[in-house]
């Protein structure tokens, strides 16, 4: 895999044309895009539709989280657009996730299930508010994660400062992919557990997930380059390459 693949572009924009716009701008520099809630309902799926066209992979981060069986159709239709990686809320529970597997590997071998442990944009102390725990952060996505691989799921989205732990309790396989992503010339904005894209890979990330820090850079061909640079450094420092 080329470390330009292990980089998702979040193309987190509230119109398809300020997304394409990007793509564009782009170009060859990137193979790889995620696809939130908010641009997924205001291009009405028509994001896939293009990003396809254009032989992109794409990661449908619409996160399902509900009654097993609501997210397990949510997800078989998830299977049928074309997507690369997809994603279900790992609290939703070890029963949820089980259902996602069974029913989606009935029609789709290949798409990348994904668990979504706790957000990066979380401390410790609004996860204490939210959870009423004093468990750790990364206790917490420990289980998580157990649970999502014990379900059948192909991996997990995590702070960058927990696929460390997950990668040596869990296996090699089990991918981890890493939002909480910046580079050390970029802005933090609203993620608390961050790292630069050299380090993260080295920490035992599969996949990056870089929005701002490229999104709004003057140049986003040549932001998407410099993440591409470090992330080929955190390959070679970890013997990856």
Not at 89 to 98: D, Q
Request: proline content about 3%; some cysteine; aromatic content about 6%.
């Amino acid at each position: 895999m080329q470390a330009k693949d292990r980089m998702i572009i979040a193309l987190d924009f509230p119109t398809m044309t300020e997304a394409i716009e990007l793509v564009e701008k782009i170009g060859d520099g990137a193979t790889f895009y995620k696809v939130g809630l908010e641009l997924f309902l205001n291009s009405s799926g028509k994001m896939i539709e293009y990003l396809a066209g254009k032989h992109k992979k794409i990661f449908l981060d619409l996160k399902f989280h509900d009654i097993p069986n609501t997210t397990a159709m949510a997800s078989v239709f998830a299977s049928k657009e074309n997507v690369f990686m997809y994603n279900v809320h790992a609290t939703g529970g070890k029963k949820m996730m089980s259902k996602v597997v069974e029913e989606v590997r009935k029609i789709d071998e290949k798409s990348l299930l994904i668990a979504v442990t706790i957000l990066t944009s979380l401390s410790q102390e609004e996860v204490k508010e939210t959870f009423m725990t004093e468990t750790s952060i990364k206790d917490l996505a420990m289980n998580l994660a157990r649970l999502a691989k014990e379900s059948g799921m192909n991996g997990v989205v995590c702070s960058p400062w927990e696929a460390k732990y997950i990668k040596e309790a869990l296996g090699e396989e089990f991918k981890t992919v890493c939002p909480g992503v910046r580079p050390a010339w970029s802005a933090t904005n609203d993620q608390t557990r961050i790292m630069t894209p050299k380090n993260a890979m080295m920490n035992g990330c599969d996949f990056l997930v870089v929005g701002r820090p490229i999104t709004k850079h003057e140049d986003p061909a040549l932001a998407a380059r410099l993440v591409v640079e470090e992330i080929e450094e955190g390959l070679k420092e970890a013997g990856k390459c």
